[in-house]
């Protein structure tokens, strides 16, 4: 199956799950995840309708976003991010950083967005499962942790992100349940300097569960582009 094909039936399987959850899919942002795939696999998603893409590691991504010569509407930051490596990040201007994980990189970022006058959009990482291996905030310190961040004047807090678990994709319901309860407590309260705009959850194995849970972002890498290529990270 092509890389246009997937995409095709990738989109209307989020339409259907949509429709059955009464939603509509022009409120749904999908991330291509294009970790260890080449500039030219990346190009063909986006002449085949992909309008965000989203990359795990800063060093790949300098290697690959500037050599991009299709359209799109936004490049994501989706892994974690190292506070050294933040400035080459940034020169690639992100739409969207996905996965702030501590005030200590807040304030880093924060740093750097000031020496150059700029803002930036971010969502707060939350480590739903609990698990060692994810980065994080708690669903208890993610709060405390936001009201900090907010007093950031460079960013600006759009959402929240989390991983599910590489289970069968069942056993995430839960946690993406959870998380939407959360972003929309963290809504009502109208807290400053903090906007709920996106709940990014969800990627190729569990994506349509975390759209029946309130899911508005959606990260999907292997089921547009097939198994990771370690070798075609270029």
């Not at 590691?57 to 506070?83: C, T, W």
């Not at 291996?133 to 405390?144: A, P």
């Amino acid at each position: 199956m092509t890389i246009e094909q997937r995409i095709i039936g990738i989109q209307t399987k989020i339409t259907k799950t949509l429709e059955s959850c009464g939603r509509g899919s022009d409120e749904i942002t999908l991330v291509a995840v294009t970790k260890t795939h080449s500039v030219e696999e990346i190009e063909i998603a986006l002449k085949s309708g992909i309008k965000h893409f989203g990359e795990n590691k800063v060093q790949e991504a300098m290697r690959k976003v500037p050599l991009l010569n299709s359209k799109y509407d936004g490049f994501h930051f989706i892994g974690h991010l190292q506070s050294n490596k933040i400035n080459q990040l940034l020169s690639l201007k992100p739409c969207l950083i996905h996965s702030l994980d501590s005030v200590y990189l807040a304030q880093k970022l924060h740093q750097a967005l000031g020496r150059t006058n700029r803002f930036q959009d971010i969502l707060i990482q939350i480590n739903s499962s609990e698990e060692d291996s994810k980065s994080g905030f708690s669903f208890e310190n993610v709060e405390e942790a936001i009201g900090k961040i907010a007093q950031f004047s460079t960013l600006c807090i759009r959402g929240l992100m989390t991983i599910g678990k590489l289970d069968a994709p069942e056993v995430s319901r839960p946690l993406f349940h959870q998380m939407k309860e959360l972003f929309d407590n963290l809504k009502a309260k109208d807290l400053p300097g903090v906007n709920m705009d996106f709940l990014s959850m969800g990627m190729s194995h569990d994506y349509t569960i975390a759209l029946e849970e309130g899911a508005n972002l959606i990260r999907i890498g292997s089921a547009i582009f097939g198994v990771r290529n370690p070798g075609g990270n270029n």
